[in-house]
């Protein structure tokens, strides 16, 4: 346990799940633009002291209760389901089995049902490979990744953010927290030549601008409070909702107080794809809405809509 | 050449437990048994199909989920382990297939022709899904035809049920167009439960049955309601019932296997055979075949 029992994460990514950036980033240039971006957050990873990657997949999805990779050397030939085509994805990473067995520990204490798994050729998600490929290839850092369950909703994707603070604050270990997602994640439903690759809808690519704003301004709990918003408009409706912002916040504190620098956004076969890093700030401006300055004192109501209007 | 033919169509679920609970030598796991009732109807459809003259399998998974068109098998042979990541306790399984390439060709290009994006998977490190894994174990333990899977378009999440049911029709069709043109006598599958609903919790061991049951009974009576008119002959029925059961009991069907197998068939208006219907970590499954020989159709159960 650290002295303030508070953990230390150093920065947060969120970075998407498709393998272009990874197997064919010469084939446009936003999917260059991307791969650029990935690289400038592992050379950050790099220059950080960070002890462990915790990585929340959104292409891992569970059933039963959150499960947490423990493998400790985790090695398989990944090939992905729809873009088989743009090659294989051999992988070898190396997994912190004691974060992952602790991080079970307090999921459960926290009334959260999880398992570890810790089989030799578990198949490792796509999204997953992708960023652990291209954040920290040569494994200098030991990581973790954990599921999306299919069936979790809001309060339970929080607690699960939760108990990866419980876990971090307890073994001391100074964390980079990545979310694997894309924004809008509506894709051609057709094979496109990269090159004309676009964002899917003009609705996508404007609501993708705003979560980016939002992202840019580090207003990550604002985002948060957004996400059933952000899954009605314009995720498919594949689970019931969209949890990684969710999980990001949880897992970074609850405010909005961080630095947030969008590296990158370009389309993934009509996706939306950003590679965007969130770094924890004492330097709020408090123009935002949850950024409450005191939450033990009632200092009458801010005004937190004329901030930034001319005077 | 004489005319190819659909010999069978099965539907025939896949969770990973009725392997599990088989001890097989190919999975790591090791059961004390479970799900007798799904297990010895497998048994019994395995024992029948053992007596039907046939080519190949071509069967339609929802575990190989593909967003841009429909995909098939690709290369001669497939070997690697399949690790279910949903349940990867129970399931890892070491396969050897083979796969009919000519046959699986000749059904992308016939859909390809009737306006379907498709494409051949031909990634030698692919592994194939648990789904076709399973169900194929299961029908044939001896692994002794080469099979073809074809990839579930995910037209559901996508577009709607309703547009599901065009495509996979249309599918259907071009695939029984090219089976008849191909001379090959051929069994489909469609790998898939009925109701779907997990419990988010499993029991110390898996296997245990007095922790067994179906969801809730909303799930149970819609699919006894799919159950019975397959009984009747009402395939027709069934599709047209499809979106609004899909969407109540969030039916594994919403991957369109049944949809295709049966549209393959023609919308069959005979009684389909059942070989049993038992719940898996709380999901409804039911096995059951369509057996166009007036001859050797049997009741079952
Ligand atoms: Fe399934």
């Given at each position: 346990?650290?002295?303030?029992?508070?953990?230390?994460?150093?920065?947060?990514?969120?970075?998407?799940p498709?393998?272009?950036?990874?197997?064919?980033?010469?084939?446009?240039?936003?999917?260059?633009?991307?791969?650029?971006?990935?690289?400038?957050?592992?050379?950050?990873i790099?220059?950080?002291?960070?002890?462990?990657?915790?990585?929340?997949?959104?292409?891992?999805p569970?059933?039963?209760?959150?499960?947490?990779?423990?493998?400790?050397?985790?090695?398989?030939?990944?090939?992905?389901?729809?873009?088989?085509?743009?090659?294989?994805?051999?992988?070898?990473?190396?997994?912190?089995?004691?974060?992952?067995?602790?991080?079970?520990?307090?999921?459960?204490?926290?009334?959260?049902?999880?398992?570890?798994?810790?089989?030799?050729?578990?198949?490792?998600?796509?999204?997953?490979?992708?960023?652990?490929?291209?954040?920290?290839?040569?494994?200098?850092?030991?990581?973790?990744?954990?599921?999306?369950?299919?069936?979790?909703?809001?309060?339970?994707?929080?607690?699960?953010?939760?108990?990866?603070r419980?876990t971090?604050?307890?073994?001391?270990?100074?964390?980079?927290?990545?979310?694997?997602?894309?924004?809008?994640?509506?894709?051609?439903?057709?094979?496109?030549?990269?090159?004309?690759?676009?964002?899917?809808?003009?609705?996508?690519?404007?609501?993708?601008?705003?979560?980016?704003?939002?992202?840019?301004?580090?207003?990550?709990?604002?985002?948060?409070?957004?996400?059933?918003?952000?899954?009605?408009?314009?995720?498919?409706?594949?689970?019931?909702?969209?949890?990684?912002?969710?999980?990001?916040?949880?897992?970074?504190?609850?405010?909005?107080?961080?630095?947030?620098?969008?590296?990158?956004?370009?389309?993934?076969?009509?996706?939306?794809?950003?590679?965007i890093?969130?770094?924890?700030?004492?330097?709020?401006?408090?123009?935002?809405?949850?950024?409450?300055?005191?939450?033990?004192?009632?200092?009458?109501?801010?005004?937190?809509?004329?901030?930034?209007?001319?005077? | 050449?004489?005319?190819?033919?659909?010999?069978?169509?099965?539907?025939?679920?896949?969770?990973?437990?009725?392997?599990?609970?088989?001890?097989?030598?190919?999975?790591?796991?090791?059961?004390e048994?479970?799900?007798?009732?799904?297990?010895?109807?497998?048994?019994?459809?395995?024992?029948?199909?053992?007596?039907?003259?046939?080519?190949?399998?071509?069967?339609?998974?929802?575990?190989?989920?593909?967003?841009?068109?429909?995909?098939?098998?690709?290369?001669?042979?497939?070997?690697?382990?399949s690790?279910?990541?949903?349940?990867?306790?129970?399931?890892?399984?070491?396969?050897?297939?083979?796969?009919?390439?000519?046959?699986?060709?000749?059904?992308?290009?016939?859909?390809?022709?009737?306006?379907?994006?498709?494409?051949?998977?031909?990634?030698p490190?692919?592994?194939?899904?648990?789904?076709t894994?399973?169900?194929?174990h299961?029908?044939?333990?001896?692994?002794?035809?080469?099979?073809?899977?074809?990839?579930?378009?995910r037209?559901?999440?996508?577009?709607?049920?309703?547009?599901?049911?065009?495509?996979?029709?249309?599918?259907?069709?071009?695939?029984?167009?090219?089976?008849?043109?191909?001379?090959?006598?051929?069994?489909?599958?469609?790998?898939?439960?009925?109701?779907?609903?997990?419990?988010?919790?499993?029991?110390?061991?898996?296997?245990?049955?007095?922790?067994?049951?179906?969801?809730?009974?909303?799930?149970?009576?819609?699919?006894?309601?799919?159950?019975?008119?397959?009984?009747?002959?009402?395939?027709?029925?069934v599709?047209?019932?499809?979106?609004?059961?899909?969407?109540?009991?969030?039916?594994?069907?919403?991957?369109?296997?049944?949809?295709?197998?049966?549209g393959?068939?023609?919308?069959?208006?005979?009684?389909?055979?059942?070989?049993?219907?038992?719940?898996?970590?709380?999901?409804?499954?039911?096995?059951?075949?369509?057996?166009?020989?007036?001859?050797?159709?049997?009741?079952?159960?």
């Amino acid at each position: 346990m650290n002295e303030t029992n508070e953990p230390e994460i150093l920065f947060g990514i969120y970075c998407p799940p498709h393998p272009q950036p990874l197997l064919s980033p010469d084939a446009s240039e936003g999917y260059g633009k991307l791969r650029a971006a990935f690289e400038e957050c592992r050379k950050r990873i790099e220059e950080s002291e960070a002890d462990i990657i915790l990585v929340y997949s959104t292409t891992w999805p569970s059933i039963i209760g959150h499960q947490i990779q423990a493998l400790e050397n985790a090695v398989w030939t990944h090939v992905d389901d729809d873009f088989h085509y743009l090659g294989s994805m051999p992988y070898d990473f190396h997994m912190d089995t004691e974060f992952a067995h602790a991080m079970k520990y307090n999921c459960e204490k926290r009334g959260l049902e999880a398992r570890t798994v810790e089989y030799e050729g578990f198949p490792i998600d796509t999204g997953s490979v992708v960023a652990l490929q291209l954040l920290n290839p040569d494994n200098r850092i030991p990581a973790c990744i954990l599921s999306s369950n299919m069936y979790a909703n809001r309060s339970e994707t929080i607690v699960l953010g939760k108990a990866a603070r419980d876990t971090l604050a307890q073994q001391g270990k100074k964390a980079v927290v990545v979310v694997v997602s894309s924004l809008s994640n509506r894709m051609f439903t057709e094979h496109i030549d990269p090159k004309e690759d676009r964002i899917h809808s003009q609705k996508d690519d404007d609501w993708n601008r705003k979560i980016l704003e939002f992202f840019d301004d580090g207003r990550l709990e604002d985002l948060s409070q957004l996400s059933r918003d952000i899954h009605g408009q314009i995720r498919v409706q594949k689970v019931v909702a969209y949890k990684p912002a969710w999980w990001l916040a949880a897992t970074m504190g609850q405010h909005n107080n961080y630095d947030g620098e969008v590296l990158a956004y370009e389309a993934l076969h009509g996706s939306g794809g950003a590679v965007i890093t969130l770094t924890p700030s004492t330097g709020s401006v408090g123009d935002k809405e949850f950024d409450e300055d005191d939450v033990e004192f009632y200092r009458g109501d801010r005004n937190v809509l004329d901030k930034g209007m001319l005077k | 050449m004489t005319k190819g033919q659909i010999v069978a169509g099965c539907l025939a679920p896949h969770p990973p437990h009725l392997v599990y609970a088989d001890n097989p030598p190919q999975n790591e796991a090791y059961s004390e048994g479970g799900w007798e009732t799904l297990r010895w109807g497998y048994q019994r459809l395995a024992r029948k199909l053992k007596d039907i003259d046939y080519d190949a399998i071509v069967i339609f998974t929802p575990h190989w989920q593909t967003y841009i068109g429909t995909h098939f098998l690709g290369l001669p042979e497939f070997s690697s382990k399949s690790v279910d990541p949903v349940f990867p306790n129970l399931f890892r399984y070491n396969y050897d297939l083979k796969v009919d390439v000519e046959l699986s060709e000749a059904m992308r290009d016939a859909a390809s022709q009737e306006g379907i994006i498709t494409k051949m998977m031909r990634n030698p490190h692919f592994r194939v899904d648990y789904g076709t894994i399973t169900s194929c174990h299961l029908l044939n333990p001896e692994w002794d035809k080469p099979i073809v899977t074809i990839s579930s378009n995910r037209n559901t999440h996508y577009y709607s049920p309703e547009v599901m049911i065009e495509q996979a029709t249309a599918l259907g069709r071009a695939c029984a167009k090219a089976i008849e043109e191909s001379g090959k006598r051929v069994v489909l599958v469609a790998s898939h439960s009925l109701s779907h609903r997990h419990f988010v919790e499993e029991a110390p061991l898996p296997e245990d049955m007095s922790k067994e049951h179906i969801y809730n009974h909303s799930q149970y009576v819609w699919d006894m309601k799919i159950v019975e008119m397959m009984r009747q002959g009402k395939s027709r029925e069934v599709i047209d019932i499809m979106p609004e059961f899909t969407e109540q009991t969030i039916a594994e069907t919403e991957g369109g296997g049944l949809i295709w197998m049966l549209g393959a068939m023609g919308f069959p208006d005979f009684p389909a055979e059942i070989y049993g219907y038992q719940s898996v970590i709380g999901t409804g499954n039911v096995i059951a075949c369509w057996d166009p020989n007036d001859d050797t159709r049997e009741y079952v159960l």
